[in-house]
């Protein structure tokens, strides 16, 4: 384990060489990655996104803010972050989490607390009784209502409760309503797919069941609607039934069936693993349920960990096993989920699973890329010739997520599991609600 200097001064590189990418057109912007000897001139579509985008550097500057005052450079792209996104909100009609309106609230509530009600309130002017239509093409040619956390309805319901607020009670009934409607019974529970034609499945938690579950609960609780909870609590029944619970852990396939792409069946990540479907079972304590299949929630959040702790991550083990450091898909994700873990189970864990996120942090230290141009990372994708991908900026699969990461370990050993926690829409419920920065 690296001192908290090591993981700090990392964390505060990485996010030096983030800030060095940031451009100005019509307010900030960064290219999503950065190619040697090339240049992007123009912002992506997803300029404002939380996935890519700028709204993704206001998690950073929020944990940047727990430890030290922001600089002038740092105060004036929050400016520039919430202008621009406060400005863009009244024309946005992509509501999602990562690509959207809700990814723009969570953004500006941490930012400029207050301001997230322009984007709220768009999406509860666009809400219709089947949800919200994506413009994201994920079923090409419909933009009928996705129901996942990343591109859906439960990353939407996840963000109406935890920013509250007068538009919170109806954006969060018509989305819960209306995954209860698409709601797929199997012979375990109740099962989500992506999209109304989706015909596989990734039942874990950021395009899957684990995730429409935890939205679920976590609005059922909120709303005192047990329909909700009732149905969150069939999700992961169906999710149990799916998934495995030897060696005394809990894993669940990537994707069913199999995917046809070269992916590992079974991977351990915030995405597609336990470490994000570990957050399903943290939800439905927030809920107040016990038990799901015979096993309590408790022991199935603790299960999840145990298979992440056994796995061999953060070591590349094999080409494609572990290949990416991001939030999303990699190092950082697997130990922010760790840290959240330490802090939400007490005395008794917290030195086990501190540890363990300290692991991730000392292979993010270990792989960073540090020369003349700056501090940052290059996953691999063992199918591309060559496999070095170029360094990302930003929150979900770069540079900008890794150092909030590393900036939030660093705090942590420093004071120990009662380290505020810059919380967010997808893991609120996972952490002591004494903690939440955006507690009430």
């Given at each position: 384990?690296?001192?908290?200097?090591?993981?700090?001064?990392?964390?505060?590189?990485?996010?030096?060489?983030?800030?060095?990418?940031?451009?100005?057109?019509?307010?900030?912007?960064?290219?999503?990655?950065?190619?040697?000897?090339?240049?992007?001139?123009?912002?992506?579509?997803?300029?404002?996104?939380?996935?890519?985008?700028?709204?993704?550097?206001?998690?950073?500057?929020?944990?940047?803010?727990?430890?030290?005052?922001?600089?002038?450079?740092?105060?004036?792209?929050?400016t520039g972050i919430v202008s621009r996104l406060s400005d863009q909100a009244g024309r946005r009609i992509e509501p999602?989490?990562?690509?959207?309106?809700?990814?723009?609230?969570?953004?500006?509530?941490?930012?400029?607390?207050?301001?997230?009600?322009?984007?709220?309130?768009?999406?509860?002017?666009?809400?219709?009784?089947?949800?919200?239509?994506?413009?994201?093409?994920?079923?090409?040619?419909?933009?009928?209502?996705?129901?996942?956390?990343?591109?859906g309805t439960a990353g939407v319901v996840m963000t109406a409760i935890w920013a509250g607020g007068e538009f919170a009670?109806?954006?969060?009934?018509?989305?819960?309503?209306?995954?209860?409607?698409?709601?797929?019974?199997?012979?375990?529970?109740?099962?989500?797919?992506?999209?109304?034609?989706?015909?596989?499945?990734?039942?874990?938690?950021?395009?899957?069941?684990?995730?429409?579950?935890?939205?679920?609960?976590?609005?059922?609780?909120?709303?005192?609607?047990?329909?909700?909870?009732?149905?969150?609590?069939?999700?992961?029944?169906?999710?149990?039934?799916?998934?495995?619970?030897?060696?005394?852990?809990?894993?669940?396939?990537?994707?069913?069936?199999?995917?046809?792409?070269?992916?590992?069946?079974?991977?351990?990540?915030?995405?597609?693993?336990?470490?994000?479907?570990?957050?399903?079972?943290?939800?439905?304590?927030?809920?107040?349920?016990?038990?799901?299949?015979?096993?309590?929630?408790?022991?199935?959040?603790?299960?999840?960990?145990?298979?992440?702790?056994?796995?061999?991550?953060?070591?590349?083990?094999?080409?494609?096993?572990?290949?990416?450091?991001?939030?999303?898909?990699?190092?950082?994700?697997?130990?922010?989920?760790?840290?959240?873990?330490?802090?939400?189970?007490?005395?008794?864990?917290?030195?086990?699973?501190?540890?363990?996120?300290?692991?991730m942090g000392d292979a993010l230290v270990e792989r960073a890329v540090v020369d003349g141009a700056g501090t940052r990372?290059?996953?691999?994708?063992?199918?591309?010739?060559?496999?070095?991908?170029?360094?990302?900026?930003?929150?979900?699969?770069?540079?900008?997520?890794?150092?909030?990461?590393?900036?939030?370990?660093?705090?942590?050993?420093?004071?120990?599991?009662?380290?505020?926690?810059?919380?967010?829409?997808?893991?609120?419920?996972?952490?002591?609600?004494?903690?939440?920065?955006?507690?009430?």
């Amino acid at each position: 384990m690296l001192t908290s200097e090591m993981y700090r001064r990392t964390g505060e590189a990485a996010w030096d060489w983030v800030l060095d990418q940031v451009r100005e057109d019509d307010g900030p912007w960064l290219p999503d990655s950065v190619l040697e000897g090339g240049s992007v001139t123009a912002p992506a579509k997803d300029r404002d996104s939380l996935y890519a985008g700028i709204a993704g550097l206001a998690p950073v500057l929020a944990e940047i803010g727990r430890y030290r005052q922001l600089t002038a450079r740092e105060r004036s792209l929050a400016t520039g972050i919430v202008s621009r996104l406060s400005d863009q909100a009244g024309r946005r009609i992509e509501p999602s989490l990562c690509d959207g309106l809700a990814g723009d609230a969570l953004a500006l509530k941490l930012l400029a607390p207050g301001r997230e009600s322009v984007a709220l309130r768009r999406l509860a002017e666009l809400a219709r009784p089947e949800g919200w239509r994506t413009t994201l093409d994920f079923e090409p040619g419909s933009d009928a209502p996705l129901n996942d956390v990343i591109m859906g309805t439960a990353g939407v319901v996840m963000t109406a409760i935890w920013a509250g607020g007068e538009f919170a009670e109806t954006i969060a009934t018509t989305g819960g309503e209306a995954l209860l409607r698409v709601a797929e019974r199997t012979e375990a529970g109740l099962d989500w797919g992506i999209g109304a034609s989706t015909a596989w499945r990734a039942p874990n938690y950021s395009h899957g069941t684990a995730g429409v579950a935890a939205a679920l609960a976590v609005a059922g609780a909120t709303l005192r609607r047990p329909d909700f909870v009732e149905a969150a609590v069939e999700g992961a029944r169906h999710v149990v039934s799916v998934g495995s619970l030897e060696d005394g852990g809990f894993i669940v396939p990537h994707t069913i069936p199999p995917s046809t792409r070269e992916v590992e069946p079974v991977t351990y990540t915030w995405c597609h693993g336990p470490a994000g479907t570990s957050h399903l079972f943290a939800a439905l304590a927030y809920a107040g349920v016990e038990e799901v299949a015979g096993h309590t929630v408790e022991e199935l959040r603790r299960r999840c960990l145990t298979s992440i702790l056994t796995s061999g991550v953060p070591r590349r083990l094999r080409p494609g096993f572990w290949d990416n450091d991001g939030r999303c898909c990699g190092t950082a994700g697997v130990g922010d989920v760790l840290l959240d873990a330490a802090q939400y189970f007490g005395p008794a864990a917290a030195e086990t699973y501190l540890r363990a996120a300290a692991r991730m942090g000392d292979a993010l230290v270990e792989r960073a890329v540090v020369d003349g141009a700056g501090t940052r990372w290059r996953f691999l994708e063992h199918r591309k010739d060559p496999p070095l991908l170029p360094p990302g900026t930003a929150w979900m699969q770069g540079a900008a997520g890794i150092a909030a990461y590393l900036l939030r370990l660093a705090r942590f050993v420093d004071t120990g599991p009662g380290a505020a926690v810059v919380d967010r829409p997808d893991q609120w419920w996972a952490v002591p609600s004494s903690l939440r920065v955006t507690a009430a």
